[in-house]
């Protein structure tokens, strides 16, 4: 089994920041590529970053230059650092792990795995 587990969400004002985490643990074999998305009420979910195991990284125009996406490989780890936050910001954060699980020896499955969602909520 697979878990995504996140921190870091809150309630902050408008402008300032917040950090999020998210560790894989579990049978893994390798991790692909990590990311986060966020989903809006009555929104659909949507691309925030994703961060390749050799620290390619994607971020939407939306929120380039004020967010930033690092990754740990030693420890399954994917952080989102996100600055000047705006009340459109307010979201569930999710995680997003797309990686390969470890069976009976070597590599199995590869397949996409998902947290919980952390709420991330801006105040204007």
């Known amino acids: 089994q697979v878990q995504l587990v996140e921190s870091g969400g809150g309630l902050v004002q408008a402008g300032g920041s917040l950090r999020l985490s998210c560790t894989a643990s579990?049978?893994?074999?390798?991790?692909?590529?990590m990311g986060w998305y966020r989903q809006a009420p009555g929104n659909k979910r949507e691309l925030v970053a994703t961060?390749?195991?050799?620290?390619?990284?994607n971020t939407a125009d939306s929120v380039k230059g004020r967010f930033t996406i690092s990754r740990e490989n030693a420890k399954n780890t994917v952080y989102l650092q996100m600055n000047n936050l705006k009340p459109e910001d307010t979201a569930v954060y999710y995680c997003?792990?797309?990686?390969?699980?470890?069976?009976?020896?070597?590599?199995?499955?590869?397949?996409?795995?998902w947290g919980q969602g952390t709420q991330v909520t801006v105040s204007s």
């Open positions: 579990g049978s893994i074999f390798s991790i692909n590529i």
């Open positions: 961060i390749t195991s050799g620290g390619y990284t």
């Open positions: 997003n792990a797309d990686l390969t699980i470890f069976y009976a020896g070597g590599p199995s499955t590869r397949r996409d795995y």
